[in-house]
């Protein structure tokens, strides 16, 4: 069920104090990860604190619609689709919002499996499950000539923002962890590995390379048909797992998937 939201760089102070800003709620595979094809439910909010040019859910970041669920109406939502015991909160990026914290508090009273897709930028106290931190190389940049909106004037914005080793190390200590990288081609790697030596260094828990992610660019089908062949011999190459896009595989770009 596609609801909309007002949210751009706000945090749940800035919309009514028992909601969050929600652009989508639905029931599907788990299209990423660790747990690609488990059966879950998708609460996306709406805001985010950077602007990748290739952002799959631009209605959350780029053009933030205009709408809002109580807390207890999302828990009614999800309790709906009775054979799912996964909820997966994403965005946009979820964790600028406060309310986040009380959903996620509320879902692990319920007995439900939590994942929270974050970019790595913000560290929450709260019962997550999995954190599925997908840290921005700057491939991710929207530079003029790749800005989906405008000329580039998000650009020093996302740069200076998007990376935040204490947040990272802070999630990769506290939480069951992936480390899910969006590669656009051959050269992201080294800045993968480097980023990967300094998050290592940061964070107290070890970090497995097969805790390590690589994941082709692309919102459809046709575009992940010219790079996932690359990015998966580059999995084998330097000794990380390759995940798919599975529910653009399925539905290419279709919404609600």
Known sequence: MPVSSTADDQTA??????????????????????????????????????????????????????????????????????????????????????????????????????????????????????????PKLASSTPTA????????????????????FDALGALVDDYDTQLKFVVTGPDDLPEIESLLADIRSTAASRIPDSDVLLMPEGTTRDELDARRNEVADLAMEYGYRYTPRLHVDLWNDAPET
């Open 145 to 164: 000539e790749k800005d989906p909106k405008g000329d580039g004037e998000w650009a020093d914005r996302h740069e200076d923002r998007r990376t935040d």
């Open 13 to 134: 102070d800035d919309v009514d104090g028992a909601a969050l800003p929600i652009n989508e709620l639905f029931y599907s595979l788990q299209g990423e990860g660790k747990l690609t094809g488990t059966p879950s439910v998708f609460v996306r909010t709406s805001g985010c604190n950077l602007r990748c040019w290739f952002c799959d859910s631009y209605h959350t970041s780029w053009e933030p619609t205009h709408g809002t669920m109580s807390i207890d109406d999302i828990l009614e939502e999800i309790q709906s689709h009775g054979d799912a015991d996964h909820v997966v909160l994403t965005g946009g990026e979820p964790l600028i919002h406060d309310k986040a914290v009380t959903l996620l508090e509320r879902l692990d009273d319920l007995g439900y499996h939590t994942t929270v897709e974050t970019n790595g930028t913000i560290h929450r106290d709260a019962p997550i499950d999995l954190a599925s931190i997908s």
